[in-house]
């Protein structure tokens, strides 16, 4: 399959608000291997594309963010609903510090839903007191922190440090754009892990708790 090819397709058909015909073109994706990490590559790679495009000026606000609810609605509809059994272990919860970008920390949560992990939703829009009060009261073992923008991402260092202070040994995955642009940022921030798509996330927390055992 040309995935380049499609890429560009289906950045047309958002860009042009075409529902139907971005859905065929996810359908043909999804047929080729039936592998939902080839949907999140079409989607993340498009958008980023289209963001650009709206740095650069050639793309609107309105057109970003019709791009951002069709893939939304699609991936809804293809992500993976085979739940074997409910893993309870590590307590772990998913939030988005600051910013209200909620896509990247759905499909995250949906995927660690469909592999059986438990995990709370804290939704988007956070502070770090919430974030942090709430990873508090719920006794976390792993905090899952999504960003997208810069100023966002610069704030989990708060956020640990203040869940360092209370004493917990929460340990903080992040993940986001600004994470995937500049690889060594979660370390500087002090964060334990960074996973750059959701894919990823079931491996690190695996490894990062010794498979639920913390
Ligand atoms: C769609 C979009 C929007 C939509 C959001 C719709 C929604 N419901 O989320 C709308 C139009 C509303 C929007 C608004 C704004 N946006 Co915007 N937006 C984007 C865009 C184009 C795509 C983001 C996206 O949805 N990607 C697809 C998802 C699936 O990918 P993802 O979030 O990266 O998540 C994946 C991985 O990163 C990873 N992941 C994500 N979280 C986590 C967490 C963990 C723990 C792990 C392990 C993994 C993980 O897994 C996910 C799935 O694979 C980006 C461009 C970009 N480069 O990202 C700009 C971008 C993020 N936006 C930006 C800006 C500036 C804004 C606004 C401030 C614009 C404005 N002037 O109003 C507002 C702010 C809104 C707010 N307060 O939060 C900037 C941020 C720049 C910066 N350096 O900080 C970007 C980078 C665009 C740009 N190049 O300038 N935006």
Known sequence: MDLAGLGREFESALLQINR???????????????????????????????????????????QVYMSGVICEELIEQYLPKLLVKRKIVPRMAIGVLQDHHGLGKRIVCSVLRAGGFELIDYGQGLTVEELVHRSLEDKLEVLLISTLMLPSALKVKAVKEALAEAGAETKVIVGGAPFRLDGELWKRVGADAFGDSAASVVRIIEEKTKGGAM
């Open 20 to 62: 139907v015909k971005a859905a065929e073109l996810f359908e043909r994706c999804y047929v080729n291997d039936n592998s939902f990490p080839l949907l999140e590559r079409l989607a993340i790679d498009t958008l980023e594309r289209i963001g650009e495009g709206w740095e650069n000026g050639t793309v609107s606000l309105s």
